[in-house]
């Protein structure tokens, strides 16, 4: 008697991992056992480090203003507390990409802070 494989539904189950799998080396891309493990753990990462690279950037947008401040003469602190009195609503995302790509439009905003400050 041939033995039982299960029908369709098992063999959708097993090709959805075996998709993901794609481009995998070795065994991990054929054989559903080691696919599934490798799938697991690649969709725990993905999982993860969407939300690490959401910090990363927040880090990396700080660092930028910070530096950009301090080639106008101010803190990064100052700058922000001064924006926030200002009621400068800015998001950091903006203010590293107008440090990077609009020199002079940051020194304006830094200025605003600055008046907000004094």
Request: net charge positive; hydrophobic share 40%; glycine share 6%.
């Amino acid at each position: 008697m041939p033995r039982v494989t299960r029908g369709f539904k098992a063999r959708r189950r097993r090709n959805r991992v075996l998709k993901l799998a794609k481009g995998y080396r070795g065994g991990r891309h054929k054989l559903y056992r080691t696919a599934t493990e490798a799938v697991d753990r690649a969709l725990v990462y993905a999982y993860r480090d969407r939300r690490t690279k959401k910090r990363d950037f927040r880090r990396l947008w700080i660092t930028r203003i910070s530096a950009a401040a301090k080639m106008n003469g101010t803190s990064y602190s100052k700058l922000m507390g001064g924006l926030n009195k200002a009621g400068v609503e800015l998001d950091r995302k903006v203010l590293a990409n107008m440090a990077i790509l609009d020199p002079s439009a940051f020194s304006e905003v830094v200025r605003t802070a600055a008046e907000a400050n004094a």
